[in-house]
């Protein structure tokens, strides 16, 4: 099975589309590089960081994964 994209680059949306779709593995790195961020973050907290510090960082990874999931978006089956 195959499947072709087709952009016509003189089109505006056309070249708006097409960048999208050349960038979106960038996109998923970005994702997967912030939650891993995150994850290393809250992990491996030293015992000095303050309990704020924590839970912000744990809740902005909480928030990243409702925000994909509300998105379906599954960066294990994107990456592979």
């Known amino acids: ?12 949306e056309d070249a708006i589309a097409h960048k999208r779709a050349v960038k ?3 996109l998923c790195l970005v994702l997967w590089e912030m939650d891993q961020y995150l994850r290393s973050q809250t ?9 704020d510090v924590y839970v ?7 928030k990243l994964y409702e925000i994909k ?12």
């Open 1 to 12: 099975m195959k499947a072709i994209l087709e952009f016509d680059l003189n089109e505006q």
């Open 24 to 26: 979106a593995l960038d």
């Open 43 to 51: 992990k491996y907290a030293p015992d000095s960081m303050p309990e």
């Open 56 to 62: 912000a960082l744990q809740t902005a990874r909480d």
């Open 69 to 80: 999931s509300e998105h379906n978006i599954s960066l294990d089956e994107l990456l592979g």
